[in-house]
């Protein structure tokens, strides 16, 4: 069985945090949590749970009956969302984009010179510039143009997922064993968006502010091509090291509410 070293350490913070008081808590776990709920009693117990299902939350912490869901990231990955192109047209359309908008994203999604995957494979979403120029700005555009698009998106990406049940993450982690912790939460990224607010426009490929996309897989020799093909993977070129960035630059004075 291939070693899954996010689940591992899933079940280690579980196995530091839950029924264990603050006070007893090591130096990491103390920082994590402080990080959420700002200043904390010693003699209070933590609850923490995994979360079950395809969710974007991995587990909840729970600290004076206030609970709060977390997405935990380990290594330097950063790849961060897939979904049938079908739903995230839905959630496009959800947010009143124009059908232009959501056509020029099909078109760049599909790479055959379609918007229905109809033709032959001819380039791939980094390769639009060259092949592309005025549609790539046409695009950019309409989906970096508008700061609270951007951040529903992104939101959608990092932080919600496809989440029915209301079950969505309300911070991000990054774990590296023997080292501090890396917490952002949904405001700070919001704020790091809205600051960047022009240089999304300086990237000439298709992008939705610091994301990128592709299909699953371009691959039609592959077993599972048709099934793949339909859904877009989400990444942002260097994650973690934004995340650092925004952690120590973009500070969130969290309160317990």
């Known amino acids: 069985m291939k070693y899954n070293n996010g689940r591992y350490l899933e079940s280690k913070?579980?196995?530091?945090?839950?029924?264990?008081k603050i006070k007893d808590l090591t130096k990491e776990m103390r920082s994590f949590l402080r990080m959420i709920y700002g200043e904390l009693d010693d003699e209070e117990i933590v609850r923490c749970e995994i979360v079950d299902g395809y969710r974007k939350p991995d587990f909840y912490v729970e600290y004076q009956k206030i609970r709060k869901y977390v997405s935990l990231k380990t290594g330097d990955s950063h790849n961060l969302h897939?979904?049938?192109?079908?739903?995230?047209?839905d959630f496009l359309k959800s947010l009143d984009v124009v059908e232009e908008a959501i056509e020029l994203f099909e078109f760049?999604?599909?790479?055959?010179?379609?918007?229905?995957?109809?033709?032959?494979?001819?380039?791939?979403?980094?390769?639009?510039?060259?092949?592309?120029?005025?549609?790539?700005?046409?695009?950019?555009?309409f989906f970096n143009g508008d700061t609270?698009?951007?951040?529903?998106?992104?939101?959608?990406?990092?932080?919600?997922?496809?989440?029915?049940?209301?079950?969505k993450a309300d911070f991000v982690f990054h774990f590296k064993e023997n080292d501090l912790p890396t917490v952002v939460s949904k405001d700070q990224?919001?704020?790091?968006?809205?600051?960047?607010?022009?240089?999304?426009?300086?990237?000439?490929?298709?992008?939705?502010g610091p994301l990128q996309f592709c299909q699953r897989n371009s691959n039609n020799?592959?077993?599972?091509y048709e099934f793949e093909r339909q859904r877009i993977c989400f990444w942002w070129p260097h994650f973690i090291a934004d995340l650092k960035f925004i952690h120590r630059y973009y500070v969130d004075w969290r309160r317990k509410k």
């Open 13 to 20: 913070i579980v196995y530091l945090l839950d029924r264990t």
């Open 108 to 141: 760049f999604f599909w790479g055959d010179g379609t918007i229905d995957g109809t033709g032959e494979k001819c380039f791939k979403v980094p390769e639009a510039k060259e092949k592309y120029p005025e549609k790539v700005k046409k695009f950019n555009e």
């Open 221 to 224: 020799k592959s077993k599972r």
């Open 82 to 89: 897939e979904e049938f192109l079908e739903t995230f047209v």
């Open 189 to 208: 990224v919001w704020n790091y968006i809205t600051s960047k607010e022009k240089e999304w426009f300086y990237i000439n490929n298709p992008h939705i």
């Open 148 to 167: 609270k698009l951007i951040n529903a998106i992104v939101r959608r990406v990092v932080f919600d997922g496809r989440a029915t049940d209301n079950v």
